[in-house]
């Protein structure tokens, strides 16, 4: 026997504590399978003896719906942000737990930008709004991202982030109330709840690197990257809700809702430069900025806010773009300031750095090469380790130093699907970390590359005085002492950056007439490249 549940209505006469539910079958209880049974012997509530012979029909019909309906309103509810049926799989604990778990694979994997008077800022407006929405009693938290990229997301449970890089993009206060607005609105209409459930399984597998890094602390970050945040994109309805609910949020703490319409509209210029500064594809959680533009300007018809000298002065010295202390290419070699440590890669490979942790390729796409630092006690005991694993075999091993620091490497070699991988495996103790590198590739271009990848080995060494002291770019505010353009002003005082990106900066055109007085963001400090400070 089986019953379906009806669509979930807002009726005046439900029964009390029933929410409703957006309609989903179930069965409800009926016979067991194999040989019926009757008399006394089968008094249970699954018999389907006594028990339906003993009820009317009608009486068994009302049974099943009122059945139906408990089962339903435990999942189903009014969202009072969205006025919307809403079905509910975790109850308001459960998706606080599941933002706070997710919250610190964030700060691992980006960190935040150190307390100041930025920070502060972010928290007092985004506490504002926070209070003025339908789930105020939510524990809030906003964090601003050490992150160069323009994004900013929320996951359940309160959880709210903007990264400095689009912290230095905005020019006023009503502008951060409008990208908060909206990150609180899909915190309030329960957007991220789905996606983020699915990043536990997403982020099930870090495949060897789990050997070298048992608690994936480096590589984990790297993980959280693409496995949580790339999950938070949101659909197109679900951005519009946002929207509404961040303008109206604004409008009640105060704000100028059409702000909103100058931050959407420096979404879409950034979206269309160059790879260094647009959003890119896995983070994008905010498709389609110039149609959300047009609908927002509709419904919030209101004088775009101009720039607020106080706002502006609050982004003084905020880092721009990556910063090299976190590790930096120049020319082929990999260095890390904050770590202490210089690599020389292979000539001609490609390579990508996140963190400490750099990845780089043969040019014909043969061998892999990774160096990370691992949390074993000492390199001969992380190098017998890590063959306790089953499926890698240890060739021929050596110990010594390089660069004046103890090592233990031995050859590597595993059986996959594609055939048999050579490989070199290197644990280094350097300066109370072990560090490890291992490259890996098909056997038969190893031999190929043996010599550069062993080469590579025995170039680590501590970072020289003149890699280890640069500093990262830092954006400036100035007061123009003249009347001038960005143009004009940047053919006299050269910035870092070129002028199409101070114009983005600004939101102004490199041509734009500018008042004496007026306040401009500049980038000033090295740019790391093809030549070393």
């Known amino acids: 026997m089986s019953a379906t549940v009806p669509r979930c209505r807002r009726t ?104 100041g008077e930025l920070v502060s800022e972010v928290e007092r407006v985004g506490a504002a709004l926070a209070g003025q929405s339908e789930r105020a009693g939510l524990p809030w938290t906003f964090r601003v991202l050490d992150d160069p990229t323009v994004n900013a997301f929320a996951l359940p449970g309160g959880f709210v982030y903007v ?65 949580v945040l790339a999950l938070l994109a949101h659909s197109r309805d679900d951005e519009y809700e946002a929207d509404a ?28 430069v160059g790879d260094d500064e647009r959003i890119p594809d896995w983070l994008s959680t905010h498709p389609d900025p110039e149609l959300r533009r047009s609908r927002v300007r509709a419904a919030a018809p209101g004088e775009v806010p101009g720039p607020e000298p106080a706002f502006l002065r609050r982004l003084d010295g905020v880092v721009y773009g990556d910063d090299p202390r ?74 010594g130093e390089v660069g004046g620091f ?9 059986a996959s699907a594609r055939g048999t991988l050579l490989g070199l495996l290197a644990f280094v103790d350097f300066d109370g970390t072990v560090m ?15 010599e550069a990848v062993a080469a590579c080995f025995a170039s680590f060494r501590r970072i020289s005085p003149a890699l280890g002291s640069v500093e990262p770019l830092r954006v400036r505010v100035r007061e123009l002492d003249r009347d001038t353009t960005l143009a004009q002003l940047h053919a006299r005082l050269p910035s870092a950056v070129d002028l199409p990106t101070l114009a983005l900066l600004n939101a102004v055109e490199p041509d734009q007439p500018l008042a004496a007085g007026r306040l401009v963001k500049w980038v000033e400090g090295w740019v790391p490249g093809a030549d070393a400070p």
């Open 12 to 115: 005046p006469r439900r029964p009390p504590g029933a929410r409703g539910h957006a309609g989903v079958p179930v069965r409800a209880p009926g016979r067991r399978s194999g040989p019926p049974r009757s008399g006394p012997s089968c008094g249970g509530p699954y018999c389907g003896g006594p028990l339906r012979r003993g009820l009317p029909r009608r009486a068994r019909a009302l049974a099943r719906l009122a059945l139906a309906v408990s089962l339903a309103a435990s999942a189903c509810s009014i969202n009072r942000a969205t006025g919307r049926l809403q079905l509910t799989t975790l109850s308001e604990s459960q998706e606080i737990e599941l933002g706070r778990e997710n919250d610190a694979q964030v700060v691992a994997a980006l960190g935040e930008v150190e307390p």
């Open 163 to 227: 990264t400095r890089g689009l912290l230095v993009h905005l020019s006023s206060e009503h502008e951060l109330a409008a990208v908060l607005g909206h990150e609180i609105g899909h915190v309030t209409a329960r957007h991220g709840v789905v996606q983020l459930r699915k990043s536990r399984v997403a982020a099930a597998s870090v495949g060897v690197f789990r050997i070298i890094d048992p608690n994936l602390r480096h590589v984990g970050g790297v993980a959280a990257n693409t496995a």
């Open 245 to 272: 609910l961040g303008l109206r949020y604004t409008a009640r703490a105060g704000f100028e809702p059409a702000a909103t319409v100058g931050v959407l509209g420096l979404l879409a210029r950034v979206s269309r």
């Open 326 to 399: 976190d590790g930096f290419l120049v020319r082929s070699t990999f260095a890390h300031p904050r770590r202490g440590f210089a690599v020389d890669l292979p000539v001609g490979w490609s390579a990508a750095h996140e963190g400490p942790l750099v990845q780089a390729s043969s040019d014909d796409d043969e061998v892999f090469l990774v160096v990370l630092p691992t949390e074993a006690e000492s390199a001969s005991a992380a190098l017998e380790g890590f063959f306790t694993e089953d499926g890698f075999e240890r060739g021929e091993s050596w110990e």
């Open 406 to 414: 103890p090592v233990a490497s031995a050859g590597v070699s595993l």
């Open 436 to 450: 490890a590198l291992m490259a890996l590739g098909s056997a038969e271009r190893w031999e190929t590359h043996r």
